[in-house]
């Protein structure tokens, strides 16, 4: 991803520092060691533009890749911070559509990073107009731009079309992904919400028994307080792939009245609650909280 405004930001760069200045070697050296440690991106650029002064070109190199890729991930944090203010606001569907199309207008974003953005935030997806550059993704792809099995954003993608045996399917394929290869934490919070998306996602590729087992377990793991909310809003979200709509109001409806991305506007609007929404015990919790 790049920013569109980076040239002129370069440009600042050198406005402020005279072509004449000479940095001590001492000073240079410096800022690489503060680069060493840092994922923030002027410290990065900092330390590269230091080593390439000091004609240390590979190391140079590196620190202007970790740049790039601090700049991409400030980059992925406003396209996304836009799209929840949208939903937050109570813009719906449309609102966050217009956004991501103001993003995009701003932020040159990958095949991979637009397809991303609308796996978390699948009503982007309604209208079909991503779908075919989605659909277009596979791991041996002649263009690595669209190299990727992604089976959950073309999930997204067949879900929202309607086509939920094909979104079944690949649920299924990355479910099965994830037992080749499970994820372990040394942190129990992010072990706990795994625990819960596998669930969740068990319960979108159709393994009704299997995801109530892995939920099961997710809800008897240790979970700090701070991060408790996220993680009972995954079991709530697991809850609702299966269909148990009286289990997810329980789990949603405390949250709402905290500063947690559970709002009324988000459960009238996400396509995550999409399975339960309709049902009359789920629109009173939201009466009840407008």
């Known amino acids: 991803m790049r920013r569109f405004t980076f040239l002129p930001v370069l440009l600042c760069l050198t406005v402020v520092a005279p072509v004449g200045a000479q940095t001590p070697a001492d000073e240079l050296e410096r800022r690489i060691r503060d680069a060493d440690t840092s994922v923030d991106f002027d410290v990065l650029l900092r330390g590269s533009s230091a080593a390439r002064l000091l004609g240390r070109f ?23 911070e836009n799209i929840f203010f949208a939903l937050a606001s109570g813009r719906g569907a449309n609102g966050m559509q217009r956004a991501f199309r103001e993003a995009q207008r701003r932020i040159r974003m990958s095949p991979q ?36 099995a992604c089976q959950a954003e073309k999930a997204w993608v067949h879900r929202v079309a309607g086509r939920q045996h094909e979104s079944r399917i690949l649920w299924g394929e990355l479910v ?5 290869n499970p994820l372990e934490f040394d942190n129990p919070d992010a072990q706990a919400e795994w625990q819960g998306q596998y669930a969740r996602n068990l319960a979108r590729a159709g393994r009704t028994a299997d995801a109530m087992a892995a939920l099961e377990k997710a809800m008897s793991m240790d979970v700090s ?7 009972q809003r995954r079991w709530a979200q697991a809850y609702a792939e299966l269909g148990n709509v009286d289990q997810a109001v329980a789990l949603l409806e405390p949250l709402i009245a ?29 009466s009840r909280n407008r």
């Open 58 to 80: 590979t190391q140079a190199e590196a620190l202007m890749e970790r740049a790039t890729a601090a700049l991409d991930q400030a980059d992925n944090a406003w396209v996304t």
């Open 113 to 148: 990073q637009i397809a991303s953005v609308t796996s978390n935030f699948p009503s982007l997806l309604i209208g079909g107009e991503y779908d075919e550059m989605i659909l277009s993704f596979s791991e041996d792809h002649s263009d690595p731009a669209y190299r990727c």
């Open 176 to 180: 099965a992904a994830w037992d080749r």
């Open 225 to 231: 307080d701070e991060a408790r909310p996220g993680v």
């Open 258 to 286: 905290s500063s947690t991305l559970v709002t009324v506007n988000s459960l009238a609007t996400r396509y995550t609650w999409e399975p339960v929404r309709n049902n009359i015990v789920f629109q009173e919790m939201l």
